[in-house]
């Protein structure tokens, strides 16, 4: 209990640390820019395939849920709903920590375990300024977009299913869609929780890459322990932001 309470005590410390080193200088905006491009551009390919697989297995036991009942028509409710509210930022967070956690962390842990940090320092720059600070607000930036990426592959993808393989209505679909899907308490919401995923992601994976031990193998214990601590982070955080969004 005290090791657990220390940890998070740490964690809160660095956080603090990354919003002081957070202020501008010659050379943020290419770094941010740069990190954007490398968390956000190059995890698009897997969050498009992962939403559009999402989106077809949503539709599937969807419709079979809902013939059960003889509300079929109401597909489009059932896909908006669960996705924007739920399935969207969640697995969006998820894939991303797994390619762009993982890949933030080792790189700091490769950079510790070089001596690339201790460099920065003897030549009188902040290391967590030029390394961590970059990473930390890309992903806060980055995950909302990726999860307008995800939520539309998913809705593209359970649209063709449901209207060319399972022969729904498209007016239907999109009917049922436009009207269940409230901008503020669905799209806002979904943005929202996505910031506060991207947040826990990049400050867990930081974390463990920036206070690795200064070895190979600290390098994958720091980039394992970012996959796993930050998933368990955001799925308890979601229960949590649930809870105090749709309470009503």
């Not at 201790?118 to 967590?128: N, Q, R, T």
């Not at 007016?171 to 979904?190: K, M």
Request: net charge neutral; proline share 3%; aromatic share 10%.
């Amino acid at each position: 209990m005290r090791a657990w309470l220390a940890g998070i005590g740490h964690t809160g410390g660095f956080l603090l640390t990354i919003l002081r080193a957070s202020g501008p200088r010659r050379d943020w905006l290419t770094d941010l820019i740069a990190q954007i491009y490398s968390v956000t551009v190059r995890s698009l390919p897997i969050i498009i395939v992962g939403g559009a697989f999402v989106g077809l297995v949503t539709t599937l036991q969807g419709y079979r849920t809902l013939t059960i009942f003889g509300a079929t028509n109401s597909l489009g409710t059932l896909i908006g709903l669960s996705l924007y509210r739920e399935l969207g930022p969640v697995l969006t967070a998820l894939l991303f920590i797994g390619r762009a956690g993982s890949s933030m962390a080792a790189e700091l842990g490769l950079m510790k375990a070089t001596d690339q940090i201790a460099s920065l320092s003897l030549m009188a720059i902040d290391p967590v300024a030029k390394t961590v600070v970059p990473r930390f607000w890309a992903a806060i930036i980055g995950l909302p977009l990726l999860c307008a990426f995800f939520c539309s592959s998913a809705v593209l993808a359970g649209y063709l299913e449901a209207v060319h393989v399972l022969g729904l209505d498209a007016g239907y679909f999109w009917s049922s869609l436009q009207h269940s899907v409230d901008f503020t308490d669905d799209f806002v919401v979904a943005f929202i929780k996505c910031a506060v995923f991207g947040l826990l992601a990049a400050l867990v994976a930081t974390d463990t890459g920036f206070h690795a031990d200064p070895t190979i193998e600290g390098t994958s214990v720091a980039t394992t322990q970012a996959v796993v601590n930050g998933s368990l982070l955001v799925l308890v955080f979601n229960f949590i932001l649930s809870a105090i969004f749709f309470q009503s």
